[in-house]
């Protein structure tokens, strides 16, 4: 009948929204990955050029600074160790902050990321929860519409077999054998 129709439609449109709901979850955390990898890729690259750039310059200084330790009066050779020496302490320093800044930069990324996905899954948690709920309430009327139609159906025949038992109450004993007959 038309309920049992409404309550099956009902009922694989709740199977429907259950696979839409994990597919867009599986697809939501699939995408934050891919970003997250992205974020990584980026965040390396960045630390390359930076290293590369701090190289570049560490060489330009240190060639300037055995110029000028040389200039001072030391000998190539104390004056290329000395300022070798200086250039890779500088040079530590500078790929600690190096390190530092990129550590830092792609944790705060990876932090908005990571609350960019609990809102997305969150939202879509919810709109799965209250159009779940909205079919809920109409498989809920297809039960209640079912047992309303049960209850009129039996008070129904209640009262016929109260009218039944009425009329045989008020038949005489002569009209009680002659419908018996006729049966």
Known sequence: DLIDKQENDINS???????QYIDDEVNISTDYSK???????????????????????????????????????????????????????????????IHETIRNEKLMKETI????????????????ETSKDIYLNGLDSCINQRKVNLNNKLKQRLLEKEKALELNNNLSDSEKLEIINKE
């Open 35 to 97: 970003k997250l990898q992205d974020l990584s890729n980026q965040s390396n690259d960045k630390e390359t050029q930076l290293i590369n750039d701090l190289d570049n310059k560490l060489s330009q200084q240190l060639q300037d600074r055995i110029d000028e330790l040389i200039s001072n009066g030391l000998s190539v050779d104390d004056a290329t160790n000395q300022a070798n020496d200086e250039m890779q302490h500088e040079k530590e320093i500078e790929l600690d902050d």
């Open 113 to 128: 990321l990571k609350n960019r996905l609990d809102d997305e899954l969150d939202k879509l948690k919810s709109n799965y």
């Open 13 to 19: 449109i709740i199977k429907s929204l259950d696979k």
